[in-house]
């Protein structure tokens, strides 16, 4: 990395990049495959700019590093498939624990259990206790189930709070209540990707839009 201004200098068609200790800065958004926008934004750049310094950097690790390249390369290419992997697997689990009837009891683990109510409350047969299956998930303190699914996938997209408050109809406050329940469930479900996806994509956004870029 430290060796990027020296192989720049060293080759006549990169002249124009200066300074060239900007790309030290920018190489590891480079090696973690961030986006043109993103880098404009972080290095003050027109996106051309951005994107110029961008493939420079990847070019000279395709010569240099050529596995390190690889590695940029598989990044880009297998983070997709693994989010929308976990992303189909986290709303699936969702939405089979919002319709099931068939429940072991939270207490004594009997499976001889009944759905009652529309607010998915259990009643035991063995040990006559009622439990919610969503208090475990903290998820018995959030309203309009209805509406949680179609909020997982605002979040996918990285949409802020105000979308969600304009699309789903829910106040600020309650979308950043959700918000962050959620991104807790996933990590407790074991789909940290996807939590980290969701916020990464999140952070895009906030600050693309916080300088007008989109
Ligand atoms: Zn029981």
Redesign the pocket.
Known sequence: MQQLPNFVAANPLYQRLKPTSLLIDIAPYTLTAQPHSFIAVRFNLSPRAARRRDNVIRQLLEQHEPDLYQAVLDLEQTTPNQVSQQAQAFKSWLKDLLSTSVMP?D????PL?VRIGHRLNFR?R??R?TFNPLKKYQLNHLSHCELWLPFVDLLLQGETLKTANQQLGISPNTAAKWQSCFLWIMEKQGFSILANYCRVKRRQRYRVGNHNFV
């Open positions: 009891c207490y004594c683990q009997s259990t035991c063995s040990c206790r």
